[in-house]
């Protein structure tokens, strides 16, 4: 069955330092791969699309990187900040739905 | 431009009563996901329409169904609510099937007792 991972323990990291998050998937061709950030109580908000033929993508202090081959993304914050606290999910296209993983609670602390 | 809206935000049922969800897209979206997130099951795909008519189905009873209106404009509904449907209910829209990222509204939270 297809499945989505993302580590379930909440990481918690110092202000300033690199947040990396892990997504692993299995029984996927994904034609991209998506990341998300949700806050309590809100709806998910976009924050990276990554192709299959692309290997890696930046946007000021986020980059993803995708490997089809290991079937993982990671996703990376640089110099982190507590306002970067939520949780973040990835998702993954399967036909005509977009399915996504439990997410992960990243707590930044000043 | 407004964001997707979702109504009601809170509400409260009980067992064995039905509920229907409304859900208004982006202007000029014309396409409508459905996904219900509760704490052990994460976000699961529910349905998705695009011009009236649904595209893909998630693995969920026939309790729960959906549908959307020439404007765009979609309505989820379930029937005979049990304590395990409590959950957030969240739309999103999209300008065409498939695009990509997808736009979200903040939610109905239904609370079965």
């Known amino acids: 069955s297809q499945k989505i991972e993302q580590n379930s323990e909440a990481l918690n990291i110092q202000e300033g330092k690199t947040a990396t998050l892990t997504c692993n998937y299995t029984?996927?061709?994904?034609?991209?791969l998506q990341w998300y950030r949700q806050d309590p109580g809100r709806g998910p908000v976009f924050l990276l699309l990554?192709?299959?033929?692309?290997k890696e993508k930046r946007k000021e202090r986020l980059k993803v990187t995708f490997d089809t081959t290991l079937k993982q993304s990671l996703f990376h914050i640089t110099a982190s900040q507590p306002a970067d606290s939520a949780t973040y999910l990835c998702?993954?296209?399967?036909?005509?739905?977009?399915?996504f993983g439990k997410g992960t609670s990243l707590l930044v602390t000043p | 431009k407004a964001g997707v809206t979702q109504t009601p935000r809170y509400l409260i049922k009980t067992r064995g009563q039905q509920v229907t969800l409304s859900c208004s897209p982006i202007?000029?979206?014309?396409?409508v996901s459905w996904y219900q997130q509760t704490p052990g099951q994460g976000l699961q795909f529910l349905f998705e329409?695009?011009?009236?008519?649904?595209?893909n189905k998630g693995n969920f009873p026939g309790r729960f169904s959906g549908r959307q209106f020439s404007n765009s404009r979609s309505e989820m509904n379930v029937s005979t609510l049990e304590l395990g449907d409590s959950a957030l209910y969240l739309c999103?829209?999209?300008?065409?099937?498939?695009?990509?990222?997808?736009?979200f509204g903040e939610g109905s939270r239904l609370t079965v007792l």
């Open positions: 990554i192709r299959e033929n692309e």
């Open positions: 999103a829209s999209t300008p065409t099937p498939s695009t990509g990222e997808l736009f």
């Open positions: 202007s000029g979206h014309r396409s």
């Open positions: 329409y695009f011009s009236e008519t649904q595209r």
């Open positions: 029984n996927y061709s994904p034609a991209y």
């Open positions: 998702a993954l296209n399967s036909g005509y739905a977009l399915n």
